[in-house]
């Protein structure tokens, strides 16, 4: 099945840092989403993403859909130690079940 | 609360020994799926089910069944476990018809970590 290249795989930064990770593919998609897992739980939903060029922000959390539907990006600005988790992009193939291809995620590690 | 329950969290079982995963939502959701979390490879879908009696093939499929018969519930089935298996799954429901809206994205489960021996 596709999947989207997300990168990088890990990060290890330091409180208070900048963090950016991205997600590309070789598809066009319609919708992108960005979801977060903690450590022993599902995926919640961060950011959503609904036209090329949209830049939109939740709290600390940035995040665009590339201007070519083929990428995205997420920023963390002022990193705290509860951002810990695997961050996961999600694109919508834009078929008639909306069916959502998942990246492989960023495991995201601060240290206070 | 809104949200989707899975069952058991945790399991260890034996290769071969039937195991189902019970998956419940209180949202009224018609769109149900299963997905597997393993390390460097993200989330792959393994079944998926459009509404009541309707379900489809994900991914990776092969070695798992599912039913859909009431709308809340979304059983996966492996009739026959093997050690390939052992990995995080999670259950997930949305609405449908709406596309990809804010108030329709995937809600998932906490998750059921399986390993077979």
């Known amino acids: 099945g596709q999947q989207l290249n997300q990168s990088p795989q890990s990060m290890f930064i330091q409180e208070g840092e900048d963090v950016s990770m991205n997600c590309t593919s070789s598809s066009i998609f319609n919708t992108w989403l960005w979801y977060k897992q903690d450590p022993g739980e599902g995926p919640v939903l961060l950011i959503a993403?609904?036209?090329?060029?949209e830049l939109t922000s939740n709290g600390r959390l940035t995040a665009q859909f590339g201007i070519t539907r083929k990428d995205s990006f997420l920023n963390i600005s002022a990193s705290i130690p509860s951002d810990v988790g695997i961050y996961f992009c999600?694109?919508?193939?834009?078929?008639?079940?909306?069916?959502?291809?998942f990246g492989t995620g960023t495991l995201l590690a601060v240290q206070p | 609360e809104a949200q989707v329950t899975q069952n058991p969290r945790y399991l260890i079982t034996v290769t071969g020994k039937k195991l189902t995963v019970t998956c419940s939502q209180n949202m009224n959701h018609e769109y149900m799926s299963w997905y597997r979390q393993d390390p460097g490879l993200g989330l792959r879908q393994i079944y998926y089910s459009m509404n009541v009696e309707v379900t489809d093939k994900g991914d990776v499929p092969e070695g798992y069944k599912v039913s859909r018969k009431e709308k809340r519930n979304f059983p996966l089935i492996l009739e026959s476990p093997s050690p390939n298996q052992t990995s995080l799954y999670f259950c997930?429901?949305?609405?449908?018809?709406?596309?990809?809206?804010?108030?329709?994205?995937?809600?998932f489960g906490a998750g059921s970590r399986l390993t077979v021996l």
């Open positions: 997930a429901s949305r609405r449908v018809g709406m596309g990809l809206s804010g108030a329709n994205v995937l809600t």
């Open positions: 993403l609904y036209k090329a060029g």
């Open positions: 999600a694109g919508d193939d834009g078929g008639a079940t909306n069916k959502l291809i």
